[in-house]
């Protein structure tokens, strides 16, 4: 039976990353070597990371406007302590949004560094919605906000202007949708969500912006060697960044981001129009802003889950519990989702309002 893969991540890739991955690993290039096995110094491998650095920056719309992008280690999560440590000024300060449980684990780290300002944030609505009205200080070294909050189903619809540089962890809507990513500073996002599996990091850096915060950097931390070592300053996720690659040109062959955000917004418009037509069903998030990629809902009766769950398990749908900070259901809609999985998910939650 045909799997729908609605993970929040690690989660669904395209099946032809799955396939030339798994021909990799047996024999990579006509190397006699598995991309398992090869060494990062190798040409073969050299060349891999520089397609993908370069294709990350094409399809966002970087090339050759004074950004680099990296492939890193230790997730997003480690974005989080490298901003404040390359962007803060010794007795400086950091504005940032707190949109969720990902942006309050990012203000977390950065409170090591120095002042940090909470310009807004909506945790005493569980996050249900992302924050708007706010102020950013002029005077703050950056600005740090999370573009989709994975768990809580809500994302940025727009972008805040400032003189002062932008951070944003795109991990879960990064090549998703177009944006205007010349507002950005850094953008940071874990693979296992749009990109690849997990094990890599992209970062995207405006490399006019380091180098500026009078603070002494750990060698591992420092972006601006990562950019001087392309990405090899230590030996990288090669396996990762080998899928990673795959993606991004299954993404550039299918049309770039203008034509895989067509895709995801008539998935996305798909399940909440059912979600806001069945009486069975509501929405977690605040209608104005709900995630394309990530779909939060709830049964009004909660004893209807036990028939749910199974009509949606034998209809081969996988990964569709909620979060438990919100509980009820979380559909993960990401690039390589096909329409028919969310077609599929849509016709149980119908069976099921006939079905009681």
């Given at each position: 039976m045909k799997k729908h893969n609605y993970s929040a991540g690690p989660c669904i890739l395209p099946q032809e990353v799955f396939e030339k991955s798994s021909q990799a690993i047996l024999d990579f290039n006509n190397s006699g070597l598995s991309i398992l096995e090869i060494s990062h110094r190798s040409k073969d491998f050299v060349a891999v990371m520089d397609e993908a650095r370069s294709l990350a920056l094409e399809l966002l719309g970087l090339e050759g406007k004074g950004y680099q992008a990296l492939f890193l280690a230790g997730g997003?999560?480690?974005?989080?302590l490298m901003v404040p440590y390359n962007l803060m000024k010794v007795n400086g300060k950091a504005a940032y949004l707190d949109s969720g449980t990902w942006a309050s684990a990012a203000i977390k780290e950065a409170k090591f560094f120095g002042e940090t300002v909470v310009v807004a944030s909506s945790k005493d609505q569980n996050y249900n919605n992302v924050p708007k009205g706010y102020s950013i200080p002029a005077d703050a070294d950056y600005f740090h906000c999370t573009s989709n909050n994975t768990i809580f189903g809500t994302q940025m619809k727009e972008i805040p202007t400032t003189n002062?540089?932008?951070?944003?962890?795109?991990?879960?809507?990064?090549?998703?949708?177009?944006?205007?990513?010349?507002?950005?500073?850094i953008i940071y996002a874990g693979a296992q969500k749009n990109m690849g599996p997990a094990g890599t990091t992209l970062v995207v850096v405006k490399e006019e912006i380091l180098g500026k915060n009078g603070r002494e950097i750990p060698s591992i931390l420092d972006y601006a060697k990562h950019i001087k070592a392309e990405s090899m300053y230590n030996t990288p996720a090669v396996f990762p960044v080998y899928a990673s690659l795959l993606?991004?040109?299954?993404?550039?062959?299918?049309?770039?981001i203008a034509a895989v955000e067509k895709l995801n917004n008539a998935k996305a418009n798909l399940l909440y129009t059912e979600i806001d037509r069945n009486p069975?069903?509501?929405?977690?998030?605040?209608?104005?802003d709900r995630s394309v990629m990530n779909a939060t809902f709830l049964l009004n009766n909660p004893e209807h889950a036990t028939v749910f769950d199974a009509m949606w398990k034998e209809a081969g749908i996988s990964g569709l519990p909620g979060h438990r900070s919100v509980g009820g259901y979380r559909a993960?809609?990401?690039?390589?989702?096909?329409?028919?999985?969310?077609?599929?998910?849509?016709?149980?939650?119908?069976?099921?309002?006939?079905?009681?």
């Open positions: 997003a999560s480690l974005e989080f002062i540089p932008v951070v944003c962890d795109m991990s879960s809507d990064i090549f998703s949708r177009q944006l205007d990513f010349t507002k950005f500073d993606t991004l040109q299954w993404l550039k062959n299918l049309g770039g069975l069903f509501k929405g977690a998030a605040a209608v104005e993960s809609m990401y690039n390589a989702m096909p329409i028919e999985s969310v077609q599929v998910l849509v016709d149980v939650m119908q069976a099921l309002e006939k079905a009681v």
